[in-house]
């Protein structure tokens, strides 16, 4: 068994009501299937086996909104944990004139 976790990134439209109501209605069914917030538009879910995985996308596929774009990846749990967070550690305190900050890459 490979614990497999399935990343989902989206751009959707918040222009009017309607679409405003499919974002959230988007972002409950997230919630709702055992997704995890990592970033605004970035949610994550783990899965006990990759057709645990393909039965998440299908269900994603499900309830796609009728606008915007959705990414979904299939990682290995190793794949993830590998990932790299950076966090500036020097901000400019909106200056532009102190070039980029300071960052820290951390490894998990």
Do not use: C, W
């Given at each position: 068994?490979?614990?497999?976790?399935?990343?989902?990134?989206?751009?959707?439209?918040?222009?009017?009501?309607?679409?405003?109501?499919?974002?959230?209605?988007?972002?409950?069914?997230?919630?709702?299937?055992?997704?995890?917030?990592?970033?605004?538009?970035?949610?994550?879910r783990n899965?006990?086996?990759?057709?645990?995985?393909?039965?998440?996308?299908?269900?994603?596929?499900?309830?796609?909104?009728?606008?915007?774009?959705?990414?979904?990846?299939?990682?290995?749990?190793?794949?993830?944990?590998?990932?790299?967070?950076?966090?500036?550690?020097?901000?400019?305190?909106?200056?532009?004139?102190?070039?980029?900050?300071?960052?820290?890459?951390?490894?998990?």
């Open positions: 068994m490979r614990i497999m976790r399935l990343l989902v990134m989206f751009d959707l439209p918040t222009k009017t009501k309607t679409d405003k109501d499919n974002y959230i209605k988007f972002k409950r069914f997230l919630d709702d299937d055992g997704y995890q917030r990592e970033q605004n538009s970035v949610y994550s899965l006990l086996s990759r057709a645990s995985s393909e039965s998440h996308a299908e269900q994603l596929r499900k309830h796609l909104p009728p606008a915007g774009h959705v990414v979904a990846m299939e990682l290995t749990e190793k794949q993830y944990v590998d990932r790299k967070v950076l966090v500036n550690t020097n901000p400019s305190n909106g200056r532009d004139d102190q070039g980029p900050g300071t960052q820290l890459f951390l490894e998990f």
